[in-house]
């Protein structure tokens, strides 16, 4: 959280353009510059923290009471069916702008779009002791 404000920083302080939609102490949220559907919008912490454990509770429950409380209304705003809500977490799931970002994404039926399980690439084939492993290590946080 350090150096050159990043975009949706000059965003909040009015230096760039965007159209802003909602905007608390702590949480703001403008449509997306480069729309995946009609509504698509990003949901921000003010504070330009990187990654998702970066923010303090208190700040990340603010960001989702914003996201439950937009999705309904994008999904009016455009008339859609259903939103797909994600957050490109780092660099290796593609995340491009480091200052935490809820992508609330309008969906259509029939708009050719896949769910959350499409975003990842070959399917493990794990074995029982290896998810055994992976449930532990997350369980114990080590
Ligand atoms: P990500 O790949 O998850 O980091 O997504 C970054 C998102 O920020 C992309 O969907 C961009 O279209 C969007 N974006 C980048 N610059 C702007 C901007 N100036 N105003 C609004 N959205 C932006």
């Given at each position: 959280m350090s150096g050159d404000p990043t975009i949706f920083e000059q965003i909040i302080a009015g230096d760039i353009p965007a159209r802003i939609v909602y905007e608390t102490e702590t949480v703001a949220a403008f449509l997306d510059a480069?729309?995946?559907?009609?509504?698509?919008t990003l949901v921000v912490p003010?504070?330009?923290?990187?990654?998702?454990?970066?923010?303090?509770g208190d700040v990340a429950a603010d960001l989702w009471a914003a996201v439950q409380e937009l999705a309904p209304r994008i999904e009016a705003a455009v008339d859609a069916d259903a939103t797909t809500v994600g957050v490109n977490n780092g660099e290796a799931a593609g995340?491009?702008?480091?200052h935490v970002h809820v992508h609330v994404v309008p969906r259509f039926e029939g708009d050719g779009g896949g769910p959350i399980?499409?975003?990842?690439?070959d399917r493990p084939d794990l074995s029982e002791d290896e998810l055994d492993d992976i449930a532990d290590s997350i369980e114990s946080g080590e």
């Open positions: 480069n729309p995946l559907a009609p509504g698509h003010k504070e330009p923290y990187e990654r998702l454990d970066e923010m303090p995340q491009e702008v480091p399980h499409a975003v990842a690439g």
